[in-house]
C-alpha cells in the first residue's frame, strides 16, 4: 500500500518533467513559447492560485499552529546555514538563490496527495491549512535571498513586497485570517487560472533539462548536494524538533511529511524570472522529485 502511496503521489509530477523533456526535443512547438509560458506561469497562474488556495483554506487550528512553528523554524535554520555555507564558498548570487529554493521550498500538490491517501477527511484540512501559510513563509524567505544583492534591507523590502508571488499570499492570508469567502463569480475564474500553475511550471523544468558542455559536473556536484539538504538535512531536523519539543500526534505527522518533500516545480519559473541559475533549478526539481520516492515510500509504510 505505502509503495502506491509513493508511485500515486511522484508519477504525476515525474510524467509532466519527461512530457517537457520530449516536447522540447521534438521541436514542433516554437522555442518562443517557453519564455511567455514561464512570464504567464509567474505573473498570473501561480498568484492566481496562491490567493484561491490560501484564502479558502480553513481557520488555523492547534494542529496546524504547531506544524507551522515547527516547519518555520526549521526553513530559518537551513536558510540560515545556506547564506552562510554559500558565503564561506563565495557563491554567485544566482546560485545561491537556487540553492535556497533547492533546500526551502517544497511541492505542495506531492504533500497534498500523499496527506489525502493517509489521513482522515478532517486531518486532511488541516494539512490544507498547513499548505496555505507554508508556502507564505517559504515564498518569502525565498524572494528576500533574491533581493539580498542589494545589500540593505531598506533595498530589498520594496522588491519583495511588490513582488506577484508576495502580494497573492498577502492578500491569501488576509482573506483567510478574515474569514472573508469570494464570491463564486471570483473564486471559480480564480480557481481555473490558477489550476495551470503545477502542470505548466513541470513542463517547461522538463522542456529545460539541458547539461551544456563544461556544466554538467558542476549542476551533479551542486544539484545533488541541494538536493541532499532537502531530503536529508530538513527530515533529520524535522525529527529531532519534534522529539524534543511535544506536539499533537497530527502535527508530528505533518512535519514528517513535508521533510521529505522534493523542491517546489514552480521554483524553475521563479529562477528564470527573477535571474536565478534556471539550469541548476530544473536539475534540482527533476533530481528531487525522483528520489523523493525513497523516503515518501518509507514514511508511508511508519504511519
Not at 41 to 51: E, I, R
Not at 81 to 103: I, K, P
Amino acid at each position: 500500500m505505502h509503495a502506491g502511496t509513493a508511485l500515486a503521489a511522484i508519477a504525476p509530477s515525474f510524467i509532466l518533467i519527461l512530457a517537457g523533456v520530449l516536447l522540447r526535443r521534438d521541436a514542433w512547438i516554437d522555442p518562443g513559447f517557453w519564455k511567455g509560458a514561464e512570464k504567464l506561469t509567474h505573473w498570473v497562474f501561480f498568484p492566481a492560485y496562491l490567493v484561491h488556495a490560501i484564502g479558502s483554506a480553513g481557520p488555523m487550528g492547534g494542529a496546524a499552529r504547531s506544524t507551522v512553528l515547527v516547519l518555520g523554524g526549521i526553513t530559518l535554520l537551513i536558510s540560515a546555514g545556506v547564506v552562510l555555507g554559500c558565503r564561506y564558498r563565495r557563491t554567485v548570487h544566482a546560485t545561491f538563490t537556487s540553492v535556497m529554493q533547492g533546500s526551502v521550498r517544497f511541492n505542495s500538490f506531492i504533500f497534498l496527495s500523499v496527506a489525502y491517501q493517509l489521513l482522515s477527511p478532517e486531518d486532511y484540512g488541516v494539512a490544507a491549512v498547513v499548505v496555505a501559510y507554508m508556502v507564505a513563509i517559504s515564498n518569502t524567505v525565498v524572494l528576500l535571498a533574491f533581493g539580498n544583492r542589494q545589500g540593505s534591507p531598506w533595498a530589498v523590502l520594496p522588491k519583495v513586497c511588490l513582488n506577484p508571488l508576495i502580494l497573492a499570499s498577502g492578500l491569501g492570508l488576509a482573506l483567510n485570517l478574515s474569514g472573508v469567502t469570494l464570491p463564486a463569480s471570483l473564486g471559480q475564474p480564480l480557481q481555473a487560472l490558477g489550476a495551470p500553475a503545477l502542470p505548466l511550471s513541470l513542463i517547461c523544468v522538463g522542456a529545460a533539462l539541458r547539461f551544456p558542455r563544461g556544466e554538467f559536473a558542476r549542476l551533479c556536484k551542486t544539484g545533488l548536494l541541494t538536493t541532499g539538504i532537502r531530503l536529508c538535512v530538513f527530515p533529520l531536523l524535522a525529527y529531532g524538533l519534534i522529539s524534543a519539543w511535544p506536539v499533537p500526534p497530527l502535527a508530528a505527522t505533518l512535519v514528517l511529511l513535508y521533510s521529505v518533500l522534493p523542491c517546489a516545480s514552480n521554483s524553475y519559473v521563479l529562477a528564470t524570472q527573477q535571474g536565478g541559475d534556471h539550469q541548476l533549478m530544473a536539475f534540482v526539481v527533476a533530481v528531487s522529485t525522483a528520489l523523493s520516492f525513497v523516503p515518501i515510500f518509507f514514511l508511508a509504510g511508519a504511519l
